[in-house]
């Protein structure tokens, strides 16, 4: 009795603390974000394929279908069909570097500049469906293994507090491969669950504007829970060495058991990232401006990462100290 009544609950994971230490953690390794910054200043003035009349093609033929089918919605589609003339126009699809589950963060891929202070870039124009397809598997690839290999020396720094690039190489191919499996599950869950998505859709354009709001609201909410207990997925790639099926369980299982506390976290990590992209997006992309924001977002986006793995690595020692807690009282 007495021994249990010493017994006191570990702290749970302390948010603030994991974020200060991410960003000590990169301060201390400052050239880790080059990774987003190159990729950042390619996107910018390097070269652009574009999908323009492909995407003109498909949307055109998609509206008239709608317009056949009612014409009463052509003053409708009007502003939508000029919103996708606009994509199409400044779409580029090397922004499939920055890939996901895992990929190196971008600033510019969320404003897709169509000029640049030296004028405008090179582009190629991809006409064909298929090769679309393609080129945007091989671009996604690429950015998934750079990725793999960004979440990695930045896992090093946040964790070990310093970058083994002989480990983090021995590691890449093995865990570029478990990525890739991871994000062709949640390719296929979203390929799935869009079914869903493309009845919202059709009730967004045939059952009212408010309806239609609601039940996008709706599934949107429904996207992000399903979701967001793969989180930490990449984090026990990397960390633990742990294959995608073990990783996802555990990623699942920290979720589960410390919801308020990694959904505060998660939040947290959102808003400090989008609230200073606005800042950061300020100049325009032909203003030199840019730049700051460039270099502002990399550093930010980086630490933010590394505090990631503070906190995963925090979470998974709260959760078996709580486990070896239990057991003592259980004697």
Same mark, same amino acid.
């Given at each position: #009795?007495?021994?249990?009544?010493?017994?006191?609950? @570990? @702290?749970?994971?302390?948010?603030?603390?994991?974020?200060?230490?991410?960003?000590?953690? %990169?301060?201390?390794?400052?050239?880790?974000?080059?990774?987003?910054?190159?990729?950042? =200043?390619?996107?910018?003035?390097?070269?652009?394929?574009?999908?323009?009349?492909?995407?003109?093609?498909?949307?055109?033929?998609?509206?008239?279908?709608?317009?056949?089918?009612?014409?009463?919605?052509? /003053?409708?589609?009007?502003?939508?069909?000029?919103? $996708?003339?606009?994509?199409?126009?400044?779409?580029?699809?090397?922004?499939?570097?920055?890939?996901?589950?895992?990929?190196?963060?971008?600033?510019?891929?969320?404003? #897709?500049?169509?000029?640049?202070?030296?004028?405008? @870039?090179?582009? $190629? /124009? !991809?006409?064909?469906?298929?090769?679309?397809?393609?080129?945007?598997?091989?671009?996604? =690839?690429?950015? !998934?293994?750079?990725?793999?290999?960004?979440?990695?020396?930045?896992?090093?720094? &946040?964790?070990?507090? /310093?970058?083994? $690039?002989?480990? &983090?190489?021995?590691?890449?191919?093995?865990?570029?491969?478990? #990525?890739?499996?991871?994000?062709?599950?949640?390719?296929?869950?979203?390929?799935?669950?869009? %079914?869903?998505?493309?009845?919202?859709?059709?009730?967004?354009?045939?059952?009212?504007?408010?309806?239609?709001?609601?039940?996008?609201? =709706?599934?949107?909410?429904?996207?992000? $829970?399903?979701?967001?207990?793969?989180?930490?997925?990449?984090?026990? !790639?990397?960390?633990?060495?742990?294959? %995608?099926?073990?990783?996802?369980?555990?990623?699942?299982?920290?979720?589960?058991?410390?919801?308020?506390?990694?959904?505060?976290?998660?939040?947290?990590?959102? #808003?400090?990232?989008?609230?200073?992209?606005?800042?950061? =997006?300020?100049?325009?992309?032909?203003?030199?401006?840019?730049?700051?924001?460039?270099?502002?977002?990399?550093?930010?986006?980086?630490?933010?990462? &590394?505090?990631?793995?503070?906190?995963?690595?925090?979470?998974?020692?709260?959760?078996? /100290?709580?486990?070896?807690?239990?057991?003592?009282?259980?004697?």
């Amino acid at each position: #009795m007495n021994r249990n009544s010493q017994l006191t609950l @570990p @702290p749970a994971p302390n948010l603030i603390g994991a974020i200060r230490s991410g960003f000590d953690a %990169i301060a201390n390794h400052i050239l880790l974000i080059l990774f987003p910054l190159v990729l950042d =200043l390619f996107l910018w003035f390097g070269p652009r394929v574009r999908l323009t009349e492909l995407i003109r093609s498909i949307s055109d033929q998609l509206f008239r279908i709608y317009t056949l089918q009612d014409p009463g919605m052509t /003053e409708l589609i009007t502003p939508i069909q000029a919103a $996708w003339s606009e994509i199409a126009k400044q779409f580029n699809l090397l922004t499939a570097l920055r890939s996901y589950p895992v990929g190196v963060t971008s600033l510019i891929v969320s404003q #897709m500049p169509f000029e640049t202070p030296l004028g405008l @870039p090179i582009s $190629w /124009e !991809i006409n064909s469906l298929g090769r679309a397809f393609i080129a945007w598997v091989l671009i996604s =690839l690429l950015g !998934i293994s750079l990725g793999t290999l960004y979440f990695t020396v930045v896992g090093q720094a &946040a964790i070990r507090g /310093e970058v083994s $690039w002989r480990q &983090a190489f021995g590691l890449w191919p093995w865990a570029s491969l478990q #990525m890739f499996y991871l994000a062709l599950i949640l390719a296929l869950v979203l390929i799935f669950v869009s %079914i869903p998505g493309s009845i919202i859709l059709s009730l967004i354009a045939f059952g009212g504007f408010s309806f239609g709001q609601c039940l996008l609201l =709706l599934y949107v909410g429904f996207i992000f $829970w399903l979701f967001l207990p793969l989180v930490f997925s990449p984090h026990g !790639i990397v960390l633990n060495r742990n294959n %995608i099926i073990k990783s996802i369980k555990v990623s699942v299982d920290l979720l589960r058991k410390t919801l308020p506390t990694t959904l505060l976290f998660i939040l947290a990590i959102f #808003m400090l990232s989008k609230g200073l992209d606005f800042l950061w =997006l300020v100049p325009r992309g032909t203003s030199w401006l840019l730049l700051i924001g460039i270099l502002g977002h990399a550093f930010v986006t980086t630490s933010l990462l &590394a505090s990631s793995f503070v906190y995963y690595r925090d979470a998974l020692n709260w959760i078996q /100290e709580m486990v070896r807690v239990r057991n003592v009282t259980t004697v």
